[in-house]
T-cell receptor, first 109, second 111 residues
Framework: LAKTTQPISMDSYEGQEVNITCSHN???????ITWYQQFPSQGPRFIIQ???TKVTNEVASLFIPADRKSSTLSLPRVSLSDTAVYYC??????????FGAGTTVTVRA | DAGVTQSPTHLIKTRGQQVTLRCSPI?????VSWYQQVLGQGPQFIFQ???????GRGNFPDRFSARQFPNYSSELNVNALLLGDSALYLC??????????FGPGTRLTVT
């Protein structure tokens, strides 16, 4: 499984855009990039998944450069309720999710 | 639709005891996975079951076992509990195995 590196924590303010970059230098050809969000005392929640270029859904965008060695999760106009831990996962579309320590995002008023 | 449900919510056990945790997947999902999350760390994969067959096992000792029933619900059993088994145990279901939907977890405390 490709190892991922992401910042331990990030601070932001309401209404700002938050960008979290994940490094995955050893990503394999078959690997996808997936982001999960986790609130305290809850299970992780799927946010977005992509293979290359850009993916956008109703909550986030995922930017993947051509070499796929990194990716950036973009959260537009965050609110206090976006305070959570965000995990970057890299792997093929199998069942064995491998979570790192994640990035704790704190949104302040 | 109801999400993944887990029981009990919280549990306190003594070292050496055995514990059984239960999970009901989202209706129609045939895959159930179990994860252990120690405080301050990301979830770690324990098992996956698909159509009642074990499809994968993480790096956990044989004290950990699981099974899936014909209705696709699942149980995770942990024998001979250690203090280090204290964690949040998460169950996730999926129609196939890739995109997974997590339950709220069972908080196990071993004293």
């Amino acid at each position: 499984l490709a190892k991922t590196t992401q910042p331990i924590s990030m601070d932001s303010y309401e209404g700002q855009e938050v960008n979290i970059t994940c490094s995955h230098n050893n990503i394999a050809t078959n690997d996808y990039i997936t982001w999960y969000q986790q609130f305290p005392s809850q299970g992780p929640r799927f946010i977005i998944q992509g293979y290359k270029t850009k993916v956008t859904n109703e909550v986030a965008s995922l930017f993947i450069p051509a070499d796929r060695k990194s990716s950036t999760l973009s959260l537009p106009r965050v609110s206090l309720s976006d305070t959570a831990v965000y995990y970057c996962l890299v792997g093929d579309l199998d069942y064995k999710l491998s979570f790192g320590a994640g990035t704790t995002v704190t949104v302040r008023a | 639709d109801a999400g993944v449900t887990q029981s009990p919510t919280h549990l306190i056990k003594t070292r050496g005891q055995q514990v059984t945790l239960r999970c009901s997947p989202i209706s129609g999902h045939k895959s159930v996975s179990w994860y252990q999350q120690v405080l301050g760390q990301g979830p770690q994969f324990i098992f996956q079951y698909y159509e009642k067959e074990e499809r994968g096992r993480g790096n956990f000792p044989d004290r950990f076992s699981a099974r899936q029933f014909p209705n696709y619900s699942s149980e995770l059993n942990v024998n001979a509990l250690l203090l280090g088994d204290s964690a949040l145990y998460l169950c996730a279901s999926s129609p196939t195995g890739s995109e997974q939907y997590f339950g709220p977890g069972t908080r196990l405390t071993v004293t």
